[in-house]
């Protein structure tokens, strides 16, 4: 992603497996992955402008196969950035709606809400925060 004046690049790292078609909803599954990204970029930027020292930002999306339980194949994208990571107590409520950590004006709390539903609700799927203040980049798998 390009700079801007008021921000630096954000390196993005696409590590794609090879997936089979899957039936989805995919105008509300471009919302998730737009809501997820979102708030990666706000988190960057909000923290390359608190650091002193240059801060090279990164986003990486990594897809795989994998199973839900009950041994049901998925399709599982991860999403990581090395921002500053997520406390334990706000980690909770993210996908609470009209949370936010953003100032007035800027966020509503709504994304990671419509993000679970869309989701959990309309795919059955999982949506999972995993993120530590100081743990500046991890993928699970």
Known sequence: MKAKPESPAIQLVKEYTNLPLVECYAGPLNQVFMNVLSNAIDALEDYTQSQSNSHSSQ????TALGELEGNIKSVVIRIA????????AMKAKIC???????????????????TYQIIVDKHGGVFRCDSQPGVRYRILD
Request: net charge neutral.
């Open 59 to 62: 986003i990486t999306i990594r």
């Open 81 to 88: 950035d090395n921002g500053p990571g997520i406390p334990e």
């Open 96 to 114: 609470d709606p009209f949370f936010t950590t953003k100032p007035v004006g800027k966020g509503t709390g709504l994304g990671l809400s419509i």
